[in-house]
Structures are given as C-alpha cells and as structure tokens.
C-alpha cells in the first residue's frame, strides 16, 4: 500500500490448525505497528470465518514491525499469526 493510502481493504479468512474458525460472538480488531513505533488499529466487520477491514492509513513509509487480527470473546483474546504490510 502506499503512505496515506485509506482504501486498502483486506478480507481474510480465519482458521484454527486449517479448521475454519467461528466467529460468532467474537469482536475483530486489525492491530498493526510499523518499523516507526507507530501504532494503527481499526475494527472489522465478521461474517462467517471471515474478517474483512480496510487497512488504516499510515504516515510513514516502510515495512510493520507486527500486524494482526486481534480477536476478543468473553474476556479470551486470540491473535492471528502476523502478516507483513509494507508501506511504500
């Protein structure tokens, strides 16, 4: 994505071990921090085992030191693995 870019959409999908994950009940939030220390998040909309959010923008150029999908239920809280946004 480029910096200031506000229209990156990401639709994944959410498993468990390759298991879809169920998501009912469940609050998604994309969390990410980039290599500058600066820290974006923003909900997602869940439909299924799928979150869908568009990407916040970020001020700074270069690649996300972590980014993820925090998830919230009952006091649990799961994160997904990481995923790498680069911001050119």
């Given at each position: 994505?480029?910096r200031?870019?506000?229209?990156?959409?990401?639709?994944?999908?959410?498993?468990?071990?390759?298991?879809?994950?169920d998501?009912?009940?469940?609050?998604?939030?994309?969390?990410?921090?980039?290599?500058?220390g600066?820290?974006?998040?923003?909900?997602?909309?869940?439909?299924?085992?799928?979150v869908?959010?568009?990407i916040?923008?970020f001020?700074?150029?270069?690649?996300?030191?972590?980014?993820?999908?925090?998830?919230?239920?009952d006091?649990?809280?799961?994160?997904?693995?990481?995923?790498e946004?680069?911001?050119l």
């Open positions: 994505m480029r200031g870019d506000d229209s990156t959409v990401v639709v994944a999908e959410i498993t468990d071990h390759g298991a879809p994950f998501l009912e009940g469940w609050t998604a939030k994309f969390e990410a921090v980039t290599d500058s600066e820290s974006v998040r923003t909900a997602c909309r869940t439909d299924g085992g799928r869908r959010f568009a916040p923008p001020s700074k150029s270069g690649r996300s030191k972590a980014a993820y999908v925090r998830l919230e239920k006091g649990a809280v799961v994160t997904t693995n990481d995923m946004v680069m911001v």
